[in-house]
């Protein structure tokens, strides 16, 4: 599997972006989407993921109420809505996929990431 997000750049507090992450090979193999974020200086961090089939989602605490992911299967795009951005929502933003295979039972493949910044 193989992950490309676009989508990110400079918005002020308060704005909204939307980050995407297209996926191509296995894609039916995937049974987990994430999206992680790394701001400097600091651990990546898990901020929401869907699981698929069903579309059950989950998000950290910082970004509940702000942010909504979602999949567009037949296209095989990831998304994340961000709303209410604030600056300490500054991070590269990397999307995840956790698929199976037949040789590891479960393997994870990333995405080479998307800076967004927010300017106070």
């Known amino acids: 599997v193989q992950l490309v997000e676009s989508g990110g750049g400079l918005v002020q507090a308060g704005g909204s972006l939307r980050l995407s992450c297209a996926a191509s090979?296995?894609?039916?193999?995937?049974?987990?989407m994430n999206w992680y974020r790394q701001a400097p200086g600091k651990q990546r961090e898990l901020v929401a993921y869907i699981i698929t089939p069903g579309s059950k989602t989950d998000y950290a605490d910082s970004v509940k109420d702000r942010f909504i992911i979602s999949r567009d299967s037949a296209n095989n795009t990831l998304y994340l809505r961000m709303n209410s951005l604030k600056p300490e929502d500054t991070a590269v933003y990397y999307c995840?996929?956790?698929?199976?295979?037949?040789?590891?039972?479960?393997?994870?493949?990333w995405g080479q990431g998307t800076q967004v910044t927010v300017s106070s």
């Open positions: 995840a996929a956790d698929f199976i295979t037949r040789s590891t039972g479960m393997a994870r493949s």
């Open positions: 090979g296995s894609t039916f193999a995937i049974k987990r």
